[in-house]
Every structure is written in C-alpha cells, then in structure tokens.
C-alpha cells in the first residue's frame, strides 16, 4: 500500500512568517512529487512540481525533497492571509502515472 | 487557454439514482483521471483514460464506470447512488511528459445524494 502521509494541522503562523508543509512517502520507487493547494469549496491548484533531491525555489514557495528520508516540505516565505488553504502533497512511484494524494495540511496565516 | 472544464457544477439526487459527471481536458493533453475527494480528505483516485483506454482504476466498486470520447473529454457514470457518494468529484488532465504526468484539475462537480 503506497501512503503519502500529511500532518491534517491546522498549522497557525503570524503573517509575514515562514510556513513549513511537511510530507513523508513509503514507496522509495517515487520519482515525481507535487504540492498542490487548495482553498474551501474549489479544486486543488498546482503550487510546483520537484524530481530531483533538493531545493526548487518558486517566487515565494520553496519544495525540498529528500529522497533518502523519504519526505517532501514545502516553504511558504512572508505568509500572507492570502496563503491560508489546504496544502495537498502528491506523490508518484516510478512508473505509474498516478499519484497518491496526502490528505493535506490546513495552514491559517494570521494578520 | 482554457482549462479543464467540468459539468454540472452542483447536482442534487436521490439514492438509487444515476449520475453522469463530464470532462473536457486542456487542449493537447490526452489523459484524464478521475478523483473523488470528500470532507477532510485528499482526492481519491477513481480512473485514469488515456487516448480513450483505461489505463488505471482505483479501489471504487462497478457501480463507477467511466469513458473517455475521441475527442479526449470524458464521462464519469455513478449508478444506484448511495449516501456516501455524496463528495466533490474532480476531473485532471495531463500530458506525459517522460519526467512526470502533471494533473491539472478541473473545478469539479459537487454531488450531494439524499
């Protein structure tokens, strides 16, 4: 049974804060990861996509994936009010096209 | 471009009915999966179609069925609906890009079986 396991949260941080998404797989095959976000009521949009160890930077958000522990973060810099939403992490095994879902992280950013 | 779009938006039906969910994937991708995803919980793979044959089905009994049309869009069948049925039913599509298949979702269609 491949899992991808997410804290459900809520992760509370101030604005203007560093928030930290965390994400940790069972399948060591996995090759693609995705963190996608999601706000009440709608469909999850992709943030950003990494396949290779370390750190992809995107504007504000940063994925950092290691393969070795198995776990993928995600780093939102200067949180804003904006960023609260549901954090979902996706991950793909090697040679499968479909991704197993975590059950996502609910992160509220406060003014 | 357009993205994937979903219809209906909202349905409302009784139990032991059927419903019939639609997709139209992002113009050039040619894989469409399907996901249920209810209160608290990440979306559940239901089927993956890719140039109009399965290429995935996940743990959901035959009551589900799907297909997907020459023009790549996609049908999702649910009969004799249940209670449970009741969840956010997401459409993605995706294009294989030999590093790893990207799904873009749909707005989805809320069910709600009473």
């Known amino acids: 049974q491949k899992e991808v396991e997410q804290n459900s949260g809520p992760l509370s941080v101030p604005e203007g804060a560093i928030a930290s998404l965390n994400c940790t797989y069972s399948?060591?095959?996995?090759?693609?990861f995705f963190w996608y976000r999601q706000y009440s009521g709608k469909s999850p949009e992709l943030i950003m996509s990494i396949y290779s160890n370390g750190d992809k930077e995107d504007g504000r958000f940063t994925a950092q994936l290691n393969k070795a522990s198995q776990y993928v973060s995600l780093l939102i810099r200067d949180s804003q009010p904006s960023d609260s939403a549901t954090y979902l992490c996706?991950?793909?095994?090697?040679?499968?096209?479909?991704?197993?879902f975590g059950r996502g992280t609910s992160l509220i950013v406060h003014p | 471009d357009a993205g994937v779009t979903q219809s209906p938006t909202h349905l409302i039906k009784t139990r032991g009915q059927h419903v019939t969910l639609r997709c139209s994937p992002i113009?050039?991708?040619?894989?469409v999966s399907w996901y249920q995803q209810v209160l608290g919980q990440g979306p559940q793979f239901i089927f993956q179609?890719?140039?109009?044959?399965?290429?995935g089905r996940g743990n959901f009994p035959d009551r589900f069925s799907a297909r997907q049309f020459p023009n790549y869009s996609s049908e999702l069948n649910v009969n004799a609906l249940l209670l449970g049925d009741s969840a956010l039913y997401l459409c993605a599509s995706s294009d294989i890009t030999g590093v790893g298949e990207t799904q873009y979702f749909g707005p989805g269609t809320r069910l709600l079986v009473l």
């Open positions: 113009s050039g991708h040619k894989s």
């Open positions: 399948d060591r095959g996995s090759q693609s």
């Open positions: 179609y890719y140039e109009k044959e399965e290429r």
């Open positions: 996706a991950v793909n095994t090697g040679g499968s096209y479909i991704p197993t």
